[in-house]
């Protein structure tokens, strides 16, 4: 009898929510989210997170609206001086234990961006690589 266990992870995240910007605001706006990952016990994984939808030179994160664009960035730690990228080298590390495991996403919005009223989004993928 044999059986062979497959490394496997799944994945979940929280919506990042800025709230309100000021362009008049010499204060960058922080804010926090969460993902969850699961994966089989021993699996070796990085998690990823790419550049968005709204990238307009594949590099820098923008919110959009319409044709108006809000930078911003994401991060692996509090003091928001990791950017959080989609490569090995600019992932989260995950070593599996079978239950859920969080990461805290942290992002800022850089202050004194001159942009429209409106409301601006961007839609960020999550890869879990292993």
């Known amino acids: ?4 266990v497959q490394a496997e ?3 979940s995240a929280s919506s990042l929510d800025f709230g309100t910007y000021s362009p008049l605001s010499d204060t960058d706006l922080d804010a926090q989210a969460t993902i969850t990952v699961t994966c089989t016990s021993g699996a070796s994984a ?6 968005g939808t709204n990238s307009p030179d594949g590099t820098t994160r923008a919110l959009s609206n319409g044709t108006d ?7 692996s730690d509090a003091a ?3 950017v959080w990228g989609n490569d090995a080298a600019s992932g ?3 070593t599996g234990t079978g239950a859920a495991q969080t990461l805290d996403v942290y992002g800022r919005i850089t202050a004194s961006q001159n ?3 409106g409301t601006y989004t961007d839609t960020i993928t999550v890869t879990v690589n292993f």
């Open 115 to 117: 942009v429209s009223v």
């Open 80 to 82: 928001r001086t990791t």
């Open 1 to 4: 009898v044999s059986a062979q």
């Open 69 to 75: 664009t809000l930078t911003y960035e994401l991060y």
């Open 46 to 51: 990085w998690v990823g997170l790419d550049e």
């Open 9 to 11: 992870c799944s994945v």
């Open 92 to 94: 989260a590390a995950v």
